[in-house]
């Protein structure tokens, strides 16, 4: 394609050229079925087939061990927010989560409406601009989990290492870093990602589960539908799953697979970030970097310029030359590049070349 953008969006994002080429070919009619995926049964075997190679190909990529369920799940992380706590919260029991920023603002809004909310450390005092320390971690030992938001897509943070929290299970929103680097899953009692930054569309969210999590809920009126039983009990084909979604994360997973897997992504996404943060940081204050050193997200570059009439400029300006999405998120202004495993290093040079020439120009 001549002119495909130059894609920072935050979500959902930039897909693999390769993944959509390959499901344009497949759109119309799949192998040799006489109709498209999106047209059979989510019960029959061509589909199954599909439905069962993407949670394979997410075990062998994340390196999931035994004794995980890997889940499809609709609703988006959003609905994780309130199914964490529905699930996994027991009566009279503290759920204790990090406050990080915008997203485990709105996860910890959630689980206070189901129980007891604990918050184990806030970076909210500097502003979200970085991830509280594992050292500074406070949560009662009987906690029903221990929450945190592995990236936080608006404020540019990521944790750069989890805790070990012993028989706390581990709860993490990877929702905008799944797949940017290997993990050590068993650290987690429970990961989800919708699926829209890193793994493929929007329309469904991934949850990787330990099986003695998977349980009735003890909470009253838990809605068959957001139980992790109803969903494990049958490989996430209770009800139609959004097939199309599944089948493209299936897709995506082939081609971090055939890119190297997670180590692979972990150098490009290193690559890339470190492009951005060289170039900011050596700007001599032209750009400033939002998050903290230490803190800062290889997903989303979040940087300021000397105003907010600057800012504008370079929104309009960078969209002029080709750039989508690099205005920050509303709640908080600024720019932000979101760089996910599907945007290409060229893509990430060709934005440092035009920031170069805009701070030239304006600087
Ligand atoms: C985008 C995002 C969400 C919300 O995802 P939806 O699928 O839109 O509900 C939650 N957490 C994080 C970290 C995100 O980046």
Same mark, same amino acid.
Request: proline share 5%; with cysteine; net charge negative.
């Given at each position: ?14 897909? /693999? $050229? ?11 009619? &799949? ?15 061509? &589909? ?13 990529? $994340?390196?999931?061990?035994? +004794? @995980? *369920? ?5 609703? +988006? ?13 027991? /009566?009279?029991?503290?759920?204790? &989560? ?15 409406? #189901? ?46 290492? @989890?805790?070990?929290? !012993? ?24 990961? &989800?990602? =919708? ?5 493929? /569309? ?14 009735? /809920? ?14 494990? *009990? ?12 599944? @089948? ?12 190297? =897997? ?11 970030? +470190? $492009? ?26 979040? #940087? ?11 929104? *309009?300006?960078?969209?002029?030359? !080709?750039?989508?999405?690099? *205005? ?22 060709? $934005? ?12």
């Amino acid at each position: 394609m001549a002119n495909r953008a130059y894609n920072f969006n935050a979500g959902p994002a930039a897909l /693999p $050229l390769e993944v959509l080429k390959q499901a344009q070919e497949q759109f119309v009619e &799949y192998g040799n079925s006489g109709m498209s995926l999106m047209e059979m049964s989510h019960r029959g075997p061509i &589909y199954e087939k599909v439905h069962y190679e993407a949670d394979s190909l997410l075990r062998e990529l $994340l390196g999931i061990p035994s +004794g @995980y *369920k890997v889940l499809f799940i609709q609703g +988006g992380a959003s609905t994780q927010f309130a199914m964490i706590p529905m699930n996994l919260l027991t /009566p009279g029991a503290t759920a204790a &989560y990090v406050s990080t920023g915008s997203w485990a603002t709105k996860a910890i809004q959630e689980a206070q409406m #189901f129980g007891q909310v604990s918050i184990a450390a806030s970076s909210e005092a500097d502003k979200f601009m970085r991830i509280p320390s594992i050292g500074e971690l406070n949560y009662p030992s009987d906690a029903a989990y221990l929450h945190l938001t592995s990236n936080e897509t608006i404020e540019g943070t990521q944790w750069a290492e @989890y805790p070990d929290t !012993g028989s706390v299970p581990l709860v993490g929103d990877m929702s905008s870093d799944i797949l940017c680097r290997p993990v050590d899953v068993s650290k987690f009692g429970l990961i &989800y990602a =919708g699926a829209q930054k890193n793994l493929g /569309p929007s329309g469904v969210t991934i949850v990787i589960i330990r099986e003695d999590l998977i349980r009735k /809920p003890e909470l009253t009126g838990v809605p068959t539908m957001l139980r992790y039983d109803t969903h494990a *009990k049958a490989d996430s084909l209770y009800n139609t799953p959004p097939t199309f979604a599944i @089948y493209m994360v299936n897709e995506v997973l082939k081609w971090v697979k055939s890119q190297g =897997g997670a180590e692979a992504m972990a150098a490009l996404n290193a690559d890339k970030a +470190g $492009l951005l943060y060289n170039l900011i940081d050596g700007s001599g204050g032209f750009y400033r970097g939002c998050a903290m050193p230490g803190s800062r997200s290889i997903m989303n570059v979040t #940087f300021r310029l000397g105003s907010e009439e600057l800012e504008k400029q370079f929104a *309009k300006e960078s969209e002029q030359q !080709g750039f989508v999405g690099l *205005k920050g998120h509303r709640s908080v202004g600024g720019l932000r590049a979101s760089i996910y495993n599907a945007v290409p290093l060229e893509s990430v040079r060709a $934005l440092t070349e035009f920031m170069q020439d805009f701070q030239q120009r304006n600087g």
